[in-house]
């Protein structure tokens, strides 16, 4: 049972123009997200988090906000560059943060020139 | 400063062989992972580490086995390869449990 789901396999967008990624999870005792961003043949890296106490966190061009009754969460990149071309995956956890990660499938972003 | 370090990078097995995936951190981090990635799926958590001597099982645990003599070195053992095992394994590293993780490059692992 996926209890963090990536829906979108994938997405593609124009340089400048707003990405947003979605995710979705079902487990309400998470109460911390994260997002990661994955280049081939590298380990993921840490992008941006949110805890449930608020409903957006902004970090340059990186926002993400939380929907805590729709169970919901996205990733706004804005604007996309070509460098963002990248597999984002969406983690959560419970009890403030301390339980172990829960992963995503995983999207891949184009971000075309 | 090389963060999180993973040997080897590619390796093909033939079924029933085994071996050991190295993980070795300078981060002096307490927290270390093993996750395995499917293609088209998510990263699934292996073993964890929460200090030297100390390890756990995670979501997908059969088939494997770590130990934790070190802060720096969490290896991954694979007793009988099976071709269910091919996929890609990363190690991480976390200050504290629900901190970022820090991960390393992989070890794309096919076993056939």
């Known amino acids: 049972d996926q209890q963090v789901k990536q829906n979108s396999p994938s997405l593609s967008v124009q340089e400048g123009r707003i990405s947003i990624l979605n995710c979705d999870y079902t487990n309400s005792m998470f109460d911390y997200f994260l997002w990661y961003k994955k280049y081939p043949a590298e380990g993921p890296t840490f992008l941006i988090s949110?805890?449930?106490?608020?409903d957006k966190n902004e970090d340059g061009r990186f926002t993400v906000f939380l929907n805590k009754s729709a169970k919901h969460l996205s990733l706004h990149i804005v604007p996309s560059q070509p460098g963002d071309s990248a597999v984002y995956f969406c983690a959560a956890s419970a009890q403030g943060g301390s339980e172990k990660l829960v992963f995503g499938k995983g999207m891949k972003l184009t971000v075309n020139p | 400063n090389a963060g999180v370090t993973q040997t080897p990078k590619f390796r093909i097995l033939k079924i029933g062989q085994s071996m050991t995936l190295q993980c070795t951190q300078d981060?002096?981090?307490?927290?270390m992972y093993w996750y395995r990635q499917d293609p088209g799926m998510g990263l699934k958590l292996i073993y964890y580490?929460?200090?030297?001597?100390?390890?756990d099982k995670g979501e997908v645990p059969n088939g494997y086995n770590v130990s934790r003599s070190t802060t720096e070195d969490f290896p991954l053992r694979l007793e009988l390869a099976a071709p269910s095992q091919t996929s890609v394994y990363f190690c991480a590293t976390g200050a504290q449990i629900n901190e970022k993780l820090f991960f390393g490059s992989g070890t794309q692992l096919s076993v056939l």
């Open positions: 949110i805890s449930s106490i608020k």
């Open positions: 981060m002096n981090h307490n927290y």
């Open positions: 580490s929460v200090g030297a001597g100390i390890t």
